[in-house]
């Protein structure tokens, strides 16, 4: 039976260059929106599930950890313009245990999270949340926190000051949502431990990623290129929960591909493709149970997801008028016209929308995955025996001076040698191409992407960066050849770091399958080798034998940013400028974990070498986001009244969307976490949702007590879970043809419900349950009802 394909990379996008805004004392604006975070189905059979033999105790959980959906800019594209207005679908944070059953306290933790990526401060406050709840047996050893990388969640958790630029500084209220419901996910995974076994199989899914860097991926030599049929991978790996009976309880999938269905225009917060699959998952074992209730937990994590795209279309110039419009991108530089703001990706529902793009893409994954779950199983294809498991993580160095042995010679630089080796050093920028954002999502001004040249297109930058960050020495400059330096960003600690010099590299493993848990996005063919020198070094160390299964999860623990090949690097474009600690990167990173395999071995003993943890940013963290001042309904209204009603007549049929438009309040003015004994949506403090009419009465709170029936979508298009459009009134914002002023403080809340397949016919109501803020005074709670609807059967 044929192993998995062993090809992964590390993805990492980040955020789209800003606007440069220096204004104070020059009149230059000093924004830049520095890291873009962007920046059929199945063609074979699905390998057959390897079963394990001996059982382990296993543990799945999820739980909420969306943050609020208004008046905060999302993370992804990093977007000035990107601030959030609504609810397309909730965040969640899924975990999975694997523990001895001999041995408990040996286990594992993954945390798959509908987030961009992980983080160092974020995940610091998970460890010591669960360490202090479980002491001894959650440790920051154990623990991996991996991002589904998705481009349109709520954005300013993470500690280094980069990525908080377009979000005004650091946001505690997303943060916080996401600790909270992370360690409620492993609580709950904790509370459900049982006998169970593993098994994992992989299948190949077709036309659900495309490379979104082909000329740079066409720059790795042709014999190792050759090897591989696409220039991104296809096959997606599957890890089966079963129970003691043989019944699946859940799965945890490795595929890559970009959390960018969803565009950099949208401004609903969602969990993007990957968070869809999840959903169509869990909803398909379990339809009359809420989103986030079900026992079944799927979790869709990231591989090597950095050069790839869902935008399966291509990339296409967006440019009426001009002559070149609706033709394919200019190819190296993926420009239209000389420029990268009119070169847009095409997801395949683009015809629709972006929404129907990321359903095509969230349900080829949740196919693929099933198609592997309900395969044939063969017994014995997984080592069994539990001493396998093993975890290590550990910090490392890659800035600056840390320099690294490899096997390589590279006779052209001029470096010292130790036992005839090149001995390599990693550095820490940014280069001008990554401001140029990918065909997910083109970036600013007149940054391109492939630009590798000593001198940019406008020496203006050459002035500005340097009151940016400091400016590069002669030594960062060697470092980093051949990228421009652009953003200095090793040697910039003012207000506090702006990028973090020391990662987490971690690997866990159980049985003969072992997962690299990395801290960035690696490139398709930076992950194929990276999984490769890790497998045969695996085997070739007598730690596993040929039946080794090695894949690869991140953006994980911390956010390294991108890692390509050496030829990939070369080409410069976003994902080889991005790739922040340099040319050696890649080298770097095979080094370190190849240094973990011995204390993978199951006599293993003692501790790997570790430097210092990263200091922790987040007590330094500068936050400009105001705060909620008052909330007022409009002259002779009150809270939660109907501005715009539901058609009570004809009758809705599935397919059709039903919405209705209330008085609303900010829902930052009061926000709660989840409550875990709601049998509805729960939206801040309050909840919104389609309630069946029984007898004629509304059923009004306490609203953790009312269910809402098998009606677990309300959205826009094909939005699932909620659609919550606020316009805050702090911000002149225009939402289709609506305007509100700045003054009022009053605000308007749309509920839509596009109408589910197989919804009950009856009579039904959409209700609005929120908080409001009085200029003097405390906060009170109120609520709102549509009219009664008909739906058909």
């Known amino acids: 039976m044929p192993l998995l394909s062993y090809h992964s990379a590390l993805p990492l996008d980040l955020w789209n260059l800003p606007r440069a805004l220096y204004d104070t004392m020059t009149g230059i604006v000093w924004y830049l929106t520095a890291f873009v975070a962007a920046t059929s189905l199945f063609s074979e059979t699905p390998m057959a599930i390897q079963a394990v033999s001996a059982q382990y105790l296993l543990g799945l959980g999820v739980g909420d950890i969306t943050g609020p959906v208004v008046e905060t800019n999302m993370m992804g594209y990093a977007s000035l313009d990107q601030t959030d207005t609504g609810l397309h679908m909730r965040q969640r944070s899924r975990a999975f245990i694997i523990a001895d059953a001999a041995s408990p306290s040996h286990r594992v933790v993954f945390i798959n999270a509908d987030i961009a990526m ?11 949340r669960l360490a202090a709840q479980f002491p001894g047996v959650y440790t920051d050893g154990n623990i991996a926190f991996v991002g589904t990388h998705q481009h349109a969640g709520v954005g300013g958790y993470l500690e280094n000051l980069l990525p908080q630029i377009t979000s005004l500084g650091y946001v505690k209220q997303t943060a916080d949502a996401i600790v909270a419901g992370t360690v409620r996910a492993v609580q709950r995974a904790h509370a459900s431990l049982a006998p169970g076994s593993l098994s994992v199989g992989n299948t190949t899914i077709l036309d659900a990623n495309i490379n979104r860097s082909p000329t740079a991926y066409l720059a790795n030599p042709a014999a190792e290129r050759a090897r591989y049929q696409h220039d991104q991978d296809k096959e997606m790996t599957v890890l089966r929960f079963d129970d003691a009976n043989g019944n699946a309880r859940g799965l945890l999938s490795f595929f890559p591909v970009h959390g960018t269905s969803l565009y950099g225009n949208n401004t609903l917060v969602s969990t993007d493709n990957k968070g869809m699959a999840a959903f169509l998952y869990e909803a398909s074992v379990e339809p009359s149970t809420m989103p986030g209730n079900t026992s079944f937990i799927a979790g869709f994590t990231q591989s090597n997801v950095g050069d790839t795209s869902p935008n399966t279309l291509g990339a296409f110039c967006e440019s009426p008028g001009k002559e070149y419009h609706g033709l394919p991108c200019e ?42 779950m309900s395969g044939p199983r063969s017994p014995h294809a997984i080592s069994s025996l539990f001493w396998h498991l093993a975890q290590v ?3 490392h160095s890659l800035q600056g001076d840390a320099h690294l042995q490899t096997a390589e010679r590279h006779p052209s630089l001029d470096l010292p040698r130790r036992y005839g080796l090149a001995l390599l050093t990693t550095c ?3 280069g001008y191409s990554f401001a140029g954002g990918t065909t997910d999502g083109p970036g600013a001004l007149d940054f391109i992407q492939g630009d590798n040249s000593s001198t940019p297109q406008n020496p203006f930058w050459e002035i500005v960066k340097g009151a940016i960050t400091p400016l590069p020495s002669a030594t960062q400059k060697a470092c980093q050849d051949p990228k421009p330096i652009l953003l200095n960003t090793g040697f910039a600690h003012f207000p506090y770091e702006w990028a973090p010099s020391t990662v987490n590299v971690q690997m866990l493993r159980v049985g003969n399958f072992v997962m690299l848990i990395v801290p960035g996005e690696m490139t398709t063919m930076a992950g194929r080798r990276m999984r490769e020198a890790l497998r045969a070094k695996l085997i070739s160390s007598g730690v596993l034998g040929s039946d080794a299964y090695v894949v690869i999860a991140g953006p994980a623990n911390t956010y390294g940013h991108y890692v390509t090949t050496r030829e990939e690097y070369g080409v410069q474009r976003y994902e080889g400028a991005s790739t922040i600690f340099g040319q050696h990167t890649l080298d770097a990173y095979i080094d370190k974990y190849s240094s973990l395999v011995p204390f993978l071995a199951e006599n293993a003993s003692g501790t790997p070498a570790s430097d210092p943890p990263p200091p922790e940013q987040t007590s330094k963290a500068i936050s400009l986001q105001t705060g909620v001042v008052f909330d007022s309904a409009p002259i002779g209204k009150k809270f939660g009244a109907v501005l715009v009603d539901v058609k009570t007549s004809p009758a809705y049929h599935a397919g059709e969307t039903v919405s209705a438009q ?11 976490f989840e409550q875990p004994s709601a049998g509805e949506y729960v939206f801040d403090s309050r909840s919104i949702g389609v309630r069946p009419v029984e007898d004629g009465a509304l059923r009004l709170p306490p609203f953790d007590k009312i269910p809402v029936a098998q009606n677990k979508h309300c959205g826009y298009s094909f939005a699932f879970d909620l659609f919550f459009p606020f316009i805050p009134f702090l911000i002149m914002h225009v939402d289709d043809v609506m305007r509100r002023p700045q003054i009022t403080g009053t605000s308007t809340v749309t509920i839509s419900w596009t109408i589910e397949s197989g919804t009950p016919a009856g009579t039904y109501r959409l209700s609005y349950f929120g908080d409001s803020k009085p200029l003097i005074g405390s906060i009170s709670a109120f609520s709102g009802v549509s009219s009664s609807f008909t739906v058909a059967a």
């Open 118 to 128: 992980g983080d160092t401060g974020v995940r610091r406050s998970i460890v010591a």
């Open 331 to 372: 190819t190296n530089h993926s420009t239209c016209g000389g420029k990268v703001q009119d070169c847009h990706g095409r997801g395949p529902g683009f015809r629709i929308s972006d929404f129907e793009s990321n359903r095509i893409i969230g349900d080829k994954q949740f196919k693929g995955a099933q198609a592997v």
């Open 393 to 395: 993580g550990v910090f």
């Open 428 to 430: 820490l920028t940014a």
């Open 662 to 672: 209330f008085v609303g309040a900010n829902p930052r003015v009061q926000y709660a």
